[in-house]
């Protein structure tokens, strides 16, 4: 969010009218909290924050920014949703993300979703969050669009849980005769977008950074975000389940559809 600003900065100063901006770089940001982010890391002063853009139903952007005036939502003819003042050449236009309407009845879950580049596949180079072949790494994740999309639309999650979890080895354990050490869950925060509805409650946002939990947004009974000291007196006292992990991440990867399968 720092480079996005100072980016922003130095793109606004040239003499071009036009172009394209990181939306990090013109919105204000909020640090949660400092905690440790993953096993391998013996900083226990990370910051971690959440950055939130209100919208109207109309689109408009009601969240002060530095960038051109009269930005609101638009869904252009890509599918991407962009930011903008208007529809000309002459715009500036923020990338936010791609909209996905799913391909089958079985997306219906969680579409439709706003998704980031990850999420989809974009090309040989990137293989996406729900393709066969994604690995989870040190800055992305398990968690997309998709288990948003979940979260946000299921009755039985009364929060949005934004952790990643992934298979790991452990390096407090030995190697065997191969060098390879018995692998353990992590739980990571990585970078995620997300989203509200107008017809849909809000809920709080949560997340599990290593051995933190943190309640990013929407936290309950008015609490301010930050750490979250115990994840189960916290869930009991608003009569929730305690998040646990699911049974795979992702939890909606893409299926395999048949020879001659009619996909819309």
Known sequence: MKWGIKYWQEKSQLSK????????????YVEVAKIRTSPNDDDFDRSIAKLVIEFDESGNIKTPHTGPQGLAGHLNRLYSIVLAAGSTENDWEFLLGYWYT??????LVFAPAICNYKDMDDSTAEIGRYR???????????????????YLKSDEHPYIDITSYQWEEDGTRPANK??????KLVAYVHATIGWGRFDVPPKPVIGKAFDTWVCFHECPNGEAPGIIPDIKAWAKANSWPVPKPPKKQPMFPD?????GEFID
Do not use: L, V
Request: hydrophobic share 20%.
């Open 102 to 107: 799913g391909r089958s009845d079985d997306d």
């Open 255 to 259: 299926r395999e559809f048949k020879r």
């Open 17 to 28: 009218p036009k172009g394209f901006g990181i939306y990090e770089g013109i919105f204000p």
């Open 178 to 183: 191969k060098g390879h050490r018995p692998k």
């Open 132 to 150: 066969k072949g994604f690995t989870a790494g040190f800055t992305h994740g398990n968690f997309g669009c998709r288990e948003w999309g979940y």
